[in-house]
């Protein structure tokens, strides 16, 4: 499966009708939960899918294949709710009511004419639109989904079916993959790639905006626009951040055919406050995610590794060398072997990933971490890996 996404420039007409298709659904939606916990809370019993949309259909004035998504949409709402609660998360997600302007866009769950999609495309209820369409569909259309932004633009994705692999030619080489805050990534080639952490170019002008939008009046104008304003900028940060990720895929996976990364725990990661803005910056999951499904789609090869003393062991000789996040630089007394500490890293994840060693059995924290503005005493008192409870 995959999924295109295009900018949409519906007319004026078609905006207020979007918007009301979209306040319809979450009324629709609203009225289905509810229907769902009354009947449960009084009579026990567990209303499907289909009990659903039997028992409150939508009106004319929505199309039907839209209101059947909002019982899909109710049904995965509660089977992701048991899901966390077998899988002991801790929050648990019940599913709620949505509030007036939660509810951001309407799925068409079954696209019967692929010719409807293009520069021009047909929504049912909306009509033709203007759509961006910077590239062809591949594969088989199966849903369309029109979305409102916080920003005030239009967007509609479509999810393909039976996508061919993409054209990429895929490199015979392997590598090892070391994240870090100081550079991003370091190779066990020993290159650097820097991400362009665009939260922290642009926390000034959003602290700015974020003080404009909570001075401003509750349910006023000048709200909505400093709200627009606010998330067009966190657009703006999402977009960088995604090309940079995309872009930097590509570019590993010309050159290498196998690539093996750390398996870290960046939940646990970003519990160390002194770090936590840092690391959602660069956003290490996020990146590794599309590394993953860009291999997997060219016909290349991710594996996630064991991270267990990856910057304490020498690359060289595999003697341990203890040092503190502060130090940033490898000196062996045993071999004499001296690099850059990301590098020596990266080396042991490639030597790691061709043993096939199995995944970790404890949890890193704050083992590459970015120690710019931080004292040589807390560097020393951070913990770099934590057994699992």
Same mark, same amino acid.
């Given at each position: 499966m995959k999924a295109y996404k295009y900018r949409v420039y519906p007319t004026k007409k078609q905006i207020t009708e979007i918007n009301l298709q979209i306040e319809k659904s979450r009324q629709l939606y609203n009225k289905r939960l509810a229907l769902k916990k009354d009947a449960y809370k009084?009579?026990?019993? @567990?209303?499907?899918?289909?009990?659903?949309?039997?028992?409150?259909?939508? @009106?004319?004035? #929505?199309?039907?294949?839209?209101?059947? @998504?909002?019982?899909?949409?109710?049904?995965?709402?509660?089977?992701?709710?048991?899901?966390?609660?077998?899988?002991c998360e801790r929050?648990?997600?019940?599913?709620?009511?949505?509030?007036?302007?939660?509810?951001?866009?309407?799925?068409?769950?079954?696209?019967?004419?692929?010719?409807n999609i293009g520069k021009k495309t047909y929504f049912p209820k909306i009509g033709w639109m203007n759509v961006k369409y910077h590239?062809?569909?591949q594969g088989t259309p199966k849903t369309m989904t029109l979305k409102k932004a916080k920003s005030g633009k239009y967007f509609i994705t479509v999810c393909c079916d039976n996508v061919p692999k993409e054209r990429i030619k895929v490199g015979n080489g392997k590598v090892g993959i070391d994240f870090g805050l100081n550079h991003f990534i370091a190779t066990s080639d020993g290159k650097f790639f820097d991400h362009p952490k665009p939260m922290r170019k #642009?926390?000034?002008?959003? !602290?700015?905006?974020?003080?404009?939008?909570?001075?401003?009046?509750?349910?006023?104008?000048? !709200? @909505?626009?400093?709200r627009i304003?606010?998330?067009g900028v966190d657009e703006q940060i999402t977009n960088t951040r995604n090309d940079f990720?995309?872009?930097?895929?590509?570019?590993?996976?010309?050159?290498?055919?196998?690539?093996?990364?750390?398996?870290?725990?960046?939940k646990g990661m970003v519990k160390n406050h002194y770090l936590a803005r840092a690391i959602?910056?660069?956003?290490?999951?996020?990146?590794?995610?599309k590394l993953f499904f860009k291999a997997e789609s060219a016909g290349g090869k991710v594996v996630k590794v064991n991270p267990k003393n990856t910057s304490q062991k020498c690359s060289g000789c595999g003697e341990v060398v203890r040092k503190t996040l502060a130090v940033r630089t490898h000196e062996c007394q045993h071999c004499g072997l001296r690099?850059?500490?990301?590098?020596?890293?990266?080396?042991?994840?490639?030597?790691?990933?061709?043993?096939?060693?199995?995944?970790?059995?404890?949890?890193?924290?704050?083992d590459e971490a970015y120690t710019d503005g931080i004292s040589p005493k807390q560097a020393l008192l951070m913990k770099q890996e934590i057994p699992l409870q």
């Amino acid at each position: 499966m995959k999924a295109y996404k295009y900018r949409v420039y519906p007319t004026k007409k078609q905006i207020t009708e979007i918007n009301l298709q979209i306040e319809k659904s979450r009324q629709l939606y609203n009225k289905r939960l509810a229907l769902k916990k009354d009947a449960y809370k009084n009579k026990g019993i @567990n209303l499907l899918r289909k009990d659903l949309y039997k028992q409150v259909k939508g @009106n004319n004035e #929505m199309h039907s294949q839209v209101s059947q @998504n909002i019982a899909d949409r109710i049904d995965k709402a509660y089977k992701n709710f048991f899901a966390r609660i077998k899988n002991c998360e801790r929050k648990k997600g019940f599913p709620r009511f949505k509030k007036y302007g939660t509810y951001n866009s309407i799925t068409l769950p079954q696209i019967f004419n692929q010719n409807n999609i293009g520069k021009k495309t047909y929504f049912p209820k909306i009509g033709w639109m203007n759509v961006k369409y910077h590239r062809v569909l591949q594969g088989t259309p199966k849903t369309m989904t029109l979305k409102k932004a916080k920003s005030g633009k239009y967007f509609i994705t479509v999810c393909c079916d039976n996508v061919p692999k993409e054209r990429i030619k895929v490199g015979n080489g392997k590598v090892g993959i070391d994240f870090g805050l100081n550079h991003f990534i370091a190779t066990s080639d020993g290159k650097f790639f820097d991400h362009p952490k665009p939260m922290r170019k #642009m926390s000034k002008k959003r !602290k700015i905006l974020a003080r404009e939008f909570s001075k401003t009046k509750k349910k006023s104008k000048n !709200k @909505n626009k400093a709200r627009i304003k606010l998330a067009g900028v966190d657009e703006q940060i999402t977009n960088t951040r995604n090309d940079f990720g995309w872009k930097l895929c590509r570019k590993l996976i010309e050159k290498y055919g196998v690539i093996y990364v750390e398996n870290l725990n960046v939940k646990g990661m970003v519990k160390n406050h002194y770090l936590a803005r840092a690391i959602t910056d660069v956003s290490w999951s996020d990146f590794t995610n599309k590394l993953f499904f860009k291999a997997e789609s060219a016909g290349g090869k991710v594996v996630k590794v064991n991270p267990k003393n990856t910057s304490q062991k020498c690359s060289g000789c595999g003697e341990v060398v203890r040092k503190t996040l502060a130090v940033r630089t490898h000196e062996c007394q045993h071999c004499g072997l001296r690099i850059d500490r990301d590098v020596n890293a990266a080396r042991n994840i490639l030597s790691i990933g061709e043993i096939g060693q199995e995944l970790p059995k404890y949890k890193p924290v704050g083992d590459e971490a970015y120690t710019d503005g931080i004292s040589p005493k807390q560097a020393l008192l951070m913990k770099q890996e934590i057994p699992l409870q």
